[in-house]
């Protein structure tokens, strides 16, 4: 399975990343959409989306969307949240559903940084696919687009943009 990973977009899902996430499967989103419910339809009707709301959205994204995903793909288990951390610092509910929930892949958004961690302690993969939003302060906005078969997570690819215009 091919699953393409954003997070942060905050209303705005250019060509660029559509045209970078065309060949993929299923559309991962690790919160705060932006916008209203109609462009996270707008995300939905161009690929399988899985996603979790963030602390920006509003309700009616909320009802759909839930706070974290507890999901399996291909032999390998993944939990999404919004709010995560990474390793040795992990929010404390993230921390709290790692410990009880036990996953292969942890995902993440909020903090607009890509990082992609092995976390030795819980033995498993920590990905946070950075912001593909403008709203924020990062420079350049990401993406990421990676296989998930038979229990392995192979061939992951960034896509990057650079940002236009002011920070905020």
């Known amino acids: 399975m091919y699953i393409g990973l954003i997070s942060d977009t905050h209303g705005v899902f250019d060509k660029e ?10 559309v991962w989103h690790a919160g705060d959409f932006g916008g209203d419910i109609k462009f996270v339809q707008q995300i939905a009707a161009f690929k399988p989306l899985v996603g979790v709301h963030g602390n920006c959205d509003g309700y009616d994204i909320r009802l759909d969307y839930p706070g974290y995903q ?5 032999g390998m288990s993944i939990l999404m949240t919004h ?8 929010d404390l509910r993230a921390r ?16 607009h940084i ?8 819980y033995d ?25 078969e038979n229990g392995n997570i192979s061939d992951m690819e960034v896509f990057k943009l650079e ?6």
């Open 124 to 148: 498993m993969l920590t990905i946070n696919p950075g912001a593909c939003g403008v709203q924020g302060w990062q420079v350049v906005r990401t993406a990421l687009r990676f296989k998930i």
């Open 17 to 26: 990343f559509r045209d970078f996430l065309e060949p993929v499967d299923e």
């Open 114 to 121: 890509l990082k992609v961690m092995h976390d030795d302690y």
């Open 83 to 90: 709010i995560g951390g990474y390793p040795g610092r992990y």
């Open 70 to 74: 507890f999901i399996e793909r291909e």
């Open 163 to 168: 940002r236009e215009g002011k920070l905020f």
């Open 96 to 111: 709290a559903m790692i410990e009880n929930l036990r996953p292969q892949i942890f995902v993440c958004g909020h903090s």
